[in-house]
């Protein structure tokens, strides 16, 4: 072995970079393997829903992807493209999508891995592994063989790991596809904003538009479903789909990047195989409508991180890592259906038409477009930890405290007790738990009140114990539950 390290990430895309940042703010030694020499400058993804804006808030980053994005206050939320009457209150401090190019993402999420001692190979691809009771060999394709604890597979919807693994990928193959690309045109921007105005009457899933560095980005649905979706489809292909569906190819010349993207819709049947676990689209793929791909994989691998990292540290308790698969899961399954749903509602075809303008009649009702909003922005997400009020489970937003913002009190990734009363205590946690004496400022100007007088944060923000000073025993329990045993050094043990 030339190498060993306690966890290797397969794949570099958000989702392992993401997983390796998160791994890197507990001291695991992380290496990410990467097949593309270089950076990819396709755009997959075109923003981060709330809930992703939120995680990155939680690490002190968001700043950086602000920087370089654009908010969107009215583009959060949005169910198929259709309007809710309704006003709808997102539960957020954030409630904006955030336009960015996932180009732009992947280099800030692969910049902050680095920047926390992760060690990434491009040009590295995982060729095969074999795992055995207490770790991973894994051989690259040119041979080298490297050792780990853990073996995480974050390489996309192809996922090598998840085949070598025979996890089954059970769903629906691909029946519509699209040409997504970036190039420059020769017709005036007034002109390409017309012709797509009276196509998009008629045609979903068609568009163009410019971007903000002066070229037009366009998608437009492909003539059949491809063979193999990894040959990125040529400029003559995309400019006869541009003819067939908008009467023109709008002068399309110099393409950036051309890529595909199809329905087909798959979930992992297992998330783990003892030490080898999958992540992203190595473990759910979907139609892009709703932007929660890219999304999906940050947060699982925000839930995913300091699960692992117990693991590697030998403080988890039992089953916290097999949390993970049924606290994640159940997500993506939701995200499956509702993007099945978006898919069949932008099809231009009669009986999908019909439905459409019902869905429209529903979103008159009220709590409709909330409940769509909440699904489509991960805002509603609860994981069932069976028992609480109804905020256990939740992700908590971000709060004014009287010392600052809640958020800023998380960054390091550890869990937090946001003790209002000041009579509580953590001992025999403290290295794995943060005291934080403090309490909700209901000056703000929008007041949060909270159910009780503290809270126990999990390093993912997610709820775990709501209580009051004569609750000691109780937090206690919660404290052990998530974050194993009591250090017997501690005094209060």
């Not at 198929?80 to 006003?87: E, K, L, T």
């Not at 992540?279 to 699960?307: E, M, R």
């Amino acid at each position: 072995m030339s190498d060993e390290f306690d966890v290797i990430i397969s794949g570099g895309g958000p989702t392992g970079m993401m997983l390796a940042a998160e791994l890197r703010l507990h001291g695991v030694s992380v290496l990410v393997l990467e097949r593309d020499a270089e950076p990819s400058r396709l755009v997959r993804s075109l923003g981060l829903q709330p809930r992703s804006i939120e995680i990155l808030d939680q690490r002190g980053i968001l700043d950086r992807f602000l920087a370089l994005g654009t908010q969107y206050p009215g583009g959060a939320g949005s169910f198929a493209g259709i309007p809710s009457p309704h006003p709808v209150h997102l539960d957020t401090a954030h409630g904006y999508l955030l336009g960015i190019p996932q180009p732009q993402t992947d280099r800030l999420l692969a910049e902050r891995a680095v920047e926390l001692g992760a060690q990434v190979r491009r040009g590295s691809e995982l060729a095969g592994f074999e795992q055995d009771t207490t770790g991973v060999t894994v051989e690259l394709a040119d041979g080298t063989r490297l050792r780990s604890r853990w073996l995480v597979g974050c390489d996309g919807g192809r996922s090598r790991v998840r085949r070598m693994l025979g996890v089954a990928f059970a769903g629906e193959a691909a029946t519509t596809e699209w040409l997504l690309g970036e190039m420059s045109v020769t017709a005036p921007a007034e002109e390409i904003a017309r012709i797509s105005e009276e196509v998009r009457k008629t045609q979903r899933g068609f568009g163009i538009g410019p971007t903000a560095d002066g070229l037009f980005r366009a998608v437009v649905p492909a003539a059949d479903v491809s063979e193999d979706r990894t040959v990125a489809p040529t400029l003559d292909e995309f400019r006869a789909q541009l003819r067939a569906h908008a009467g023109t190819d709008f002068g399309a010349h110099s393409p950036q990047a051309l890529s595909r993207f199809t329905d087909a819709t798959r979930l992992a049947e297992r998330y783990r195989v003892g030490r080898v676990l999958l992540a992203g689209d190595a473990a759910h793929v979907h139609p892009p409508l709703g932007g929660q791909g890219l999304n999906l994989g940050i947060q699982d691998a925000f839930n995913l991180g300091w699960k692992l990292a117990a693991e590697v540290d030998g403080w988890a308790p039992p089953a916290l890592l097999d949390s993970y698969e049924t606290e994640r899961r159940p997500v993506a399954d939701d995200v499956l259906t509702i993007t099945r749903a978006q898919s069949v509602l932008i099809s231009a075809e009669p009986g999908p038409q019909a439905v459409r303008r019902l869905l429209t009649e529903l979103m008159g009702v009220g709590g409709v477009g909330q409940l769509l909003a909440e699904k489509v922005t991960g805002l509603g997400i609860r994981y069932d930890f069976g028992d609480g009020t109804d905020l256990v489970g939740r992700q908590m937003r971000d709060l004014p405290l009287a010392q600052g913002r809640l958020y800023e009190q998380v960054h390091a990734g550890r869990g937090v007790l946001l003790d209002g009363t000041g009579e509580l205590s953590v001992g025999g946690w403290e290295d794995r738990v943060d005291r934080l004496v403090d309490r909700v400022d209901h000056r703000a100007d929008e007041p949060v009140h909270l159910a009780a007088p503290a809270v126990l944060l999990r390093p993912d923000g997610h709820v775990a114990w709501l209580g009051g000073a004569d609750d000691q025993p109780g937090l206690e329990l919660h404290l052990e539950r998530w974050f194993g045993e009591r250090e017997t050094g501690s005094l209060l043990a």
